[in-house]
């Protein structure tokens, strides 16, 4: 168990339609990271937080935002779904500011399956 | 540009064989961090080791060991006596200093193990 915990494990929903993950980090850890895994696109990184500001941004969707909140759990909201955004949904956390100087340790991710 | 090149996208093997997992990286930056992520059939991602760019030495637990070698950009990954747990897809990343904080991922290589 990393301690990263994400709900829900899984989603299923509609074409056009919004949903919102939830990333509760390890105890300490003050960065969260969202990382996208399909098939065609492999491991991809989204967004980081650190202390609820936004530190960097990847390869993220206009319809795709995120945030973190005081207690520092982080919500991704994906809107505007399309089939093409089924994918397992990754959040890790981390001490520091950056994983070049800590591990990172992730969640056991939401699959989310559009239809 | 940074990229990480998995060219083995699966290895089967038979229990107790030897097998060694390529990671190849390309980076500008003189400082950066090498990982090794396992992601079994459940889907978590697993950390496994974190090395950085001014500590070639190579690391033993257990039956893991990993072989860095900053002349052929190489990190590569062995499991001594394989056993059937080990079946996975192997994840080799990199993050560097300068360009950010983001893991960038290989493509991942499944291993397969058969008893």
Redesign the interface.
């Given at each position: 168990d990393?301690g990263v915990t994400q709900t829900p494990k899984h989603l299923i929903t509609a074409t056009g339609q919004r949903v919102t993950l939830r990333c509760s980090p390890r105890s300490g850890d003050l960065?969260v990271?969202w990382?996208q895994q399909s098939l065609d696109q492999?491991?991809?990184?989204l967004i980081?937080y650190y202390n609820g500001e936004e530190?960097?941004k990847?390869n993220i969707l206009e319809r795709f935002s995120a945030q973190q909140f005081p207690d520092l759990h982080s919500e991704l909201n994906l809107s505007s779904l399309e089939l093409g955004d089924s994918a397992?949904y990754?959040c890790?956390s981390s001490v520091g500011?950056?994983?070049?100087s800590t591990?990172?340790?992730?969640?056991?991710?939401t699959?989310l399956t559009v239809v | 540009a940074q990229k990480v090149t998995q060219a083995q996208t699966e290895i089967s093997v038979v229990e107790k064989e030897d097998v060694t997992l390529d990671c190849v990286y390309e980076t500008r930056d003189t400082?950066?961090?090498l990982?090794w992520?396992k992601q079994p059939p459940?889907?978590?991602?697993?950390?496994l080791i974190?090395r950085n760019s001014f500590d070639e030495q190579n690391e033993i637990s257990g039956r893991y060991s990993w072989n860095f070698q900053k002349s052929t950009s190489s990190f590569n990954f062995t499991i001594t006596a394989s056993q059937v747990v080990d079946s996975a897809v192997y994840?080799c990343?990199l993050?560097?200093?300068l360009a950010?904080?983001?893991?960038?991922?290989?493509?991942?290589t499944t291993l397969s193990v058969s008893s």
């Open positions: 990393s960065s990271y990382y492999g491991l991809q990184f980081q530190r960097a990847g397992l990754f890790a500011e950056g994983t070049v591990e990172a340790f992730f969640g056991q991710g699959r | 400082t950066y961090y990982f992520y459940s889907g978590e991602l697993v950390f974190r994840f990343a993050s560097e200093a950010g904080t983001a893991l960038i991922f290989g493509k991942g």
